[in-house]
């Protein structure tokens, strides 16, 4: 059954699929289509100014078109010139086509504008006039008194003012049109070479959807018409809520479709009220800010801009301008700022009365300065001079002791980071036979002995298990060193190392790749058999294994982990909230799913299995975590890489097992349905106290599972029903 339907599924998907791509490819052809139109349009329009230009320049230069208005006639002549001219004609032999001008006309203009322009010398074709249009004119008293009319109205003529110009020449209006045509085809073919916009998927982060919004405006839905087309578009660019809201839409064939799905996406994720709210959530989250951070000052200051200039449109944000959502923003800021910003408010005070209280912008602009006066880079150097200062290591009676890290133990393990420690420059000595060649550790005589004896004989000698020198003992945890077997590279002496075959039991009991993080051991339940079972009660992800009839119930929760590098890329999976824990620590595969690497670290590791375990892992910073609906984020403090955190998938709360319990139904719609492709990638410890710290508690009767939730979100602890347990098998893996 389940075969059938998932082949059912997928041939809708391939369905869709191929409809999907030939839309793509139509849209493809058309989009090419229409700019190949463009570009055929913007050619044919520029070879027409081209032509109509040239015809322009081929017309001026016609000799035919020769200005008089540039020469003028001597005024005493003029008369006698024309008599004379008209003379001529009318006794023209006709053995003689031109008769030249027995004179040259001479322009009344300035030299230097004259220079540039042609003179006309006598015998100038271009004056030359033919007889048979003479003969035509044949009556010399009208021609007389046509040119005669005409020479006496010529006036001299101003140079500047016979310059062509732009509001006065037909052809320098057609330029600049063309030339406005040839810069707005120059214009849109740079906007084409432009890199198209990426749009990235949507998660409904209510801050990041007005970004989302406008891209996917810009990308998709003004270069798509047909409704269906852009469900689809949704459908590809949205996730989580929001995906699940438009998936109804497709089977809707209507026009209106588009605008409705959008519309109801505008109301549950871009509402002001939405944003607003999701503002105020991320400023009551952030994390305070060190004395010494100016990095993280400047990041402050930077959301802080981004809230003011949200406050312009969104009006639920006029909170932020009260005194009582100042203060919440004041702790934020390091300790030496509060005063700083006293003075500022009672300098306010001071010039618009006592009842006033600065706003919301001048809180910004206070930050915004304190915070580039910290990241100029001679108080940087000076802060990272002193933590240089500060991390040197102490140095007592001529020996170099590291610092010692915070040490925080539980009933159930202690977690202790290592240091590198510098080895001892003392000379080798062997306290069994003398020798200087070589040292305890490695005397082969002394490694014949049986392991009670040479446990005997160090303790004799008054060395230390761990490093064999004198002055302190490993019980104490007064040794720093780090010991290494020769034989199986586990961190013990290799004159201490035990064989299987000498002693099976302990070699049992000892399981180098399980550190667990048992929580408290109690007293199990008497069966209905004579014999005493005991159970471990684990929060460390420990389980009694051939339980059939029983499953217990441990607090994990989905979340969505991010980094500082990437904030906007996160990563869902499983969280482990451990309050016996006195760490957190990650899986290296959620380390490379994030993109982040650490610092090798060393841990030292004690829990009910074994006790000072050194293990090697990375150690790394900058991580933080959101519930599942991102309404709330922590930042983590640092965390400890290990290969796996052992958990079954039984213990994972479901709505199925709150269903089944009166009390516990009013949280199965806050669980997530069980995902099997997600992992316990992260175990929270009690150094984040704001991801523990319950909220609220539903407790039920004295053996009922009970509900607890956080600010990472609902789980439900506790044994789902009690059946009388046949096995004393546990186990608990490491972190």
Same mark, same amino acid.
């Given at each position: 059954?389940?075969?059938?339907?998932?082949?059912?599924?997928?041939?809708?998907?391939?369905?869709?699929?191929?409809?999907?791509?030939?839309?793509?490819?139509?849209?493809?052809?058309?989009?090419?289509?229409?700019?190949?139109?463009?570009?055929?349009?913007?050619?044919?329009?520029?070879?027409?100014?081209?032509?109509?230009?040239?015809?322009?320049?081929?017309?001026?230069?016609?000799?035919?078109?020769?200005?008089?208005?540039?020469?003028?006639?001597?005024?005493?002549?003029?008369?006698?010139?024309?008599?004379?001219?008209?003379?001529?004609?009318?006794?023209?032999?006709?053995?003689?086509?031109?008769?030249?001008?027995?004179?040259?006309?001479?322009?009344?203009?300035?030299?230097?504008? +004259? $220079? %540039?322009?042609?003179? @006309?010398? =006598?015998? #100038?074709? !271009?004056?030359?006039?033919?007889?048979?249009?003479? *003969?035509?004119?044949?009556?010399?008293?009208?021609?007389?008194?046509?040119?005669?009319?005409? +020479? $006496? %109205?010529?006036?001299? @003529?101003? =140079?500047? #003012?016979? !310059?062509?110009?732009?509001?006065?020449?037909?052809? *320098?209006?057609?330029?600049?049109?063309?030339?406005?045509?040839?810069?707005?085809?120059?214009?849109?073919?740079?906007?084409?070479?432009?890199?198209?916009?990426?749009?990235?998927?949507?998660?409904?982060?209510?801050?990041?959807?007005?970004?989302?919004?406008?891209?996917?405006?810009?990308?998709?839905?003004?270069?798509?018409?047909?409704?269906?087309?852009?469900?689809?578009?949704?459908?590809?660019?949205?996730?989580?809520?929001?995906?699940?809201?438009?998936?109804?839409?497709?089977?809707?064939?209507?026009?209106?479709?588009?605008?409705?799905?959008?519309?109801?996406?505008?109301?549950?994720?871009?509402?002001?009220?939405?944003?607003?709210?999701?503002?105020?959530?991320?400023?009551?989250?952030?994390?305070?800010?060190?004395?010494?951070?100016?990095?993280?000052?400047?990041?402050?200051?930077?959301?802080?801009?981004?809230?003011?200039?949200?406050?312009?449109?969104?009006?639920?944000?006029?909170?932020?301008?009260?005194?009582?959502?100042?203060?919440?923003?004041?702790?934020?800021?390091?300790?030496?700022?509060?005063?700083?910003?006293?003075?500022?408010?009672?300098?306010?005070?001071?010039?618009?009365?006592?009842?006033?209280?600065?706003?919301?912008?001048?809180?910004?602009?206070?930050?915004?300065?304190?915070?580039?006066?910290?990241?100029?880079?001679?108080?940087?150097?000076?802060?990272?001079?002193?933590?240089?200062?500060?991390?040197?290591?102490?140095?007592?009676?001529?020996?170099?002791?590291?610092?010692?890290?915070?040490?925080?133990?539980?009933?159930?393990?202690?977690?202790?980071?290592?240091?590198?420690?510098?080895?001892?420059?003392?000379?080798?000595?062997?306290?069994?036979?003398?020798?200087?060649?070589?040292?305890?550790?490695?005397?082969?005589?002394?490694?014949?002995?049986?392991?009670?004896?040479?446990?005997?004989?160090?303790?004799?000698?008054?060395?230390?298990?761990?490093?064999?020198?004198?002055?302190?003992?490993?019980?104490?945890?007064?040794?720093?060193?780090?010991?290494?077997?020769?034989?199986?590279?586990?961190?013990?002496?290799?004159?201490?190392?035990?064989?299987?075959?000498?002693?099976?039991?302990?070699?049992?009991?000892?399981?180098?790749?399980?550190?667990?993080?048992?929580?408290?051991?109690?007293?199990?339940?008497?069966?209905?058999?004579?014999?005493?079972?005991?159970?471990?009660?684990?929060?460390?992800?420990?389980?009694?294994?051939?339980?059939?009839?029983?499953?217990?119930?441990?607090?994990?929760?989905?979340?969505?982990?991010?980094?500082?590098?990437?904030?906007?890329?996160?990563?869902?999976?499983?969280?482990?909230?451990?309050?016996?824990?006195?760490?957190?620590?990650?899986?290296?595969?959620?380390?490379?799913?994030?993109?982040?690497?650490?610092?090798?670290?060393?841990?030292?590791?004690?829990?009910?299995?074994?006790?000072?375990?050194?293990?090697?892992?990375?150690?790394?910073?900058?991580?933080?975590?959101?519930?599942?609906?991102?309404?709330?984020?922590?930042?983590?403090?640092?965390?400890?890489?290990?290969?796996?955190?052992?958990?079954?998938?039984?213990?994972?709360?479901?709505?199925?097992?709150?269903?089944?319990?009166?009390?516990?139904?009013?949280?199965?719609?806050?669980?997530?349905?069980?995902?099997?492709?997600?992992?316990?990638?992260?175990?929270?410890?009690?150094?984040?106290?704001?991801?523990?710290?319950?909220?609220?508690?539903?407790?039920?009767?004295?053996?009922?599972?009970?509900?607890?939730?956080?600010?990472?979100?609902?789980?439900?602890?506790?044994?789902?029903?009690?059946?009388?347990?046949?096995?004393?098998?546990?186990?608990?893996?490491?972190?």
């Amino acid at each position: 059954m389940k075969t059938m339907t998932e082949l059912a599924r997928k041939e809708v998907e391939l369905k869709y699929a191929r409809i999907e791509a030939e839309k793509k490819l139509e849209m493809e052809r058309k989009r090419w289509e229409v700019e190949e139109l463009q570009q055929l349009r913007s050619y044919e329009s520029a070879k027409a100014v081209a032509d109509a230009v040239f015809k322009l320049e081929e017309k001026e230069k016609s000799p035919d078109l020769l200005d008089l208005r540039q020469f003028e006639i001597p005024d005493d002549t003029k008369e006698e010139r024309t008599r004379d001219y008209i003379s001529s004609l009318s006794t023209a032999s006709s053995e003689c086509n031109f008769i030249p001008l027995p004179y040259s006309f001479q322009p009344v203009v300035k030299d230097e504008y +004259a $220079s %540039s322009q042609q003179r @006309v010398q =006598p015998g #100038d074709k !271009r004056l030359q006039i033919n007889p048979e249009q003479g *003969a035509k004119n044949s009556d010399p008293k009208k021609l007389e008194e046509k040119i005669v009319t005409h +020479a $006496s %109205s010529i006036t001299p @003529v101003n =140079p500047q #003012d016979s !310059r062509p110009t732009s509001s006065d020449s037909p052809q *320098a209006t057609d330029e600049a049109h063309h030339q406005g045509i040839a810069e707005a085809i120059a214009e849109g073919m740079e906007a084409a070479r432009l890199p198209t916009p990426q749009l990235k998927v949507s998660s409904g982060d209510p801050l990041d959807w007005p970004t989302w919004k406008a891209a996917f405006e810009s990308v998709i839905e003004k270069r798509t018409v047909n409704s269906n087309e852009k469900i689809l578009y949704l459908l590809q660019f949205l996730s989580g809520p929001p995906k699940k809201i438009v998936e109804g839409y497709q089977f809707v064939q209507t026009q209106d479709a588009y605008r409705e799905a959008k519309g109801t996406l505008e109301r549950r994720f871009g509402h002001p009220a939405v944003v607003a709210e999701a503002f105020r959530k991320r400023l009551e989250n952030w994390p305070r800010i060190s004395p010494r951070d100016g990095i993280a000052l400047r990041d402050f200051a930077d959301f802080l801009k981004t809230c003011e200039l949200a406050m312009r449109s969104i009006e639920d944000l006029e909170t932020l301008n009260k005194q009582h959502g100042n203060k919440q923003l004041v702790k934020v800021l390091p300790s030496w700022a509060h005063p700083k910003w006293g003075v500022r408010v009672r300098d306010y005070q001071l010039k618009n009365g006592d009842s006033k209280f600065p706003p919301f912008s001048e809180f910004v602009r206070f930050v915004t300065e304190i915070a580039e006066v910290q990241c100029l880079p001679v108080l940087s150097s000076l802060a990272t001079n002193e933590s240089v200062k500060e991390s040197k290591p102490r140095i007592y009676k001529g020996r170099v002791r590291p610092r010692r890290n915070g040490e925080v133990s539980t009933l159930a393990a202690r977690v202790k980071e290592k240091q590198a420690i510098p080895k001892d420059e003392k000379k080798v000595y062997c306290h069994w036979c003398g020798s200087t060649s070589h040292g305890l550790d490695l005397c082969q005589e002394f490694m014949k002995k049986p392991r009670k004896e040479i446990t005997q004989f160090i303790i004799r000698k008054g060395l230390c298990l761990k490093c064999l020198t004198h002055g302190h003992i490993s019980k104490e945890n007064k040794c720093e060193s780090v010991p290494s077997c020769a034989k199986c590279n586990q961190p013990h002496l290799t004159c201490l190392h035990m064989d299987k075959k000498n002693n099976t039991d302990e070699a049992e009991r000892y399981n180098p790749e399980a550190a667990a993080k048992c929580s408290q051991a109690s007293s199990a339940e008497s069966s209905h058999t004579s014999e005493d079972h005991v159970t471990v009660k684990c929060t460390g992800i420990c389980s009694v294994e051939g339980q059939q009839d029983g499953q217990d119930q441990s607090l994990i929760v989905p979340v969505w982990v991010s980094s500082s590098a990437k904030p906007e890329e996160s990563v869902l999976t499983y969280a482990l909230i451990d309050s016996q824990s006195n760490a957190t620590f990650i899986t290296e595969q959620l380390i490379k799913s994030l993109m982040v690497d650490g610092v090798k670290s060393h841990l030292q590791l004690s829990t009910m299995h074994k006790e000072d375990e050194i293990i090697q892992c990375k150690k790394v910073q900058g991580l933080a975590v959101a519930d599942l609906k991102k309404q709330v984020s922590i930042p983590l403090p640092k965390v400890y890489t290990r290969n796996a955190i052992p958990y079954k998938p039984s213990q994972i709360p479901k709505p199925e097992v709150a269903l089944q319990w009166d009390h516990l139904n009013c949280i199965a719609q806050e669980l997530m349905p069980y995902r099997g492709d997600l992992e316990v990638g992260l175990l929270i410890g009690t150094n984040c106290p704001k991801a523990i710290k319950p909220r609220q508690v539903i407790p039920g009767a004295d053996n009922d599972p009970y509900g607890i939730k956080t600010d990472l979100g609902w789980g439900i602890v506790g044994r789902e029903h009690f059946l009388p347990l046949r096995t004393v098998d546990s186990h608990c893996g490491e972190p």
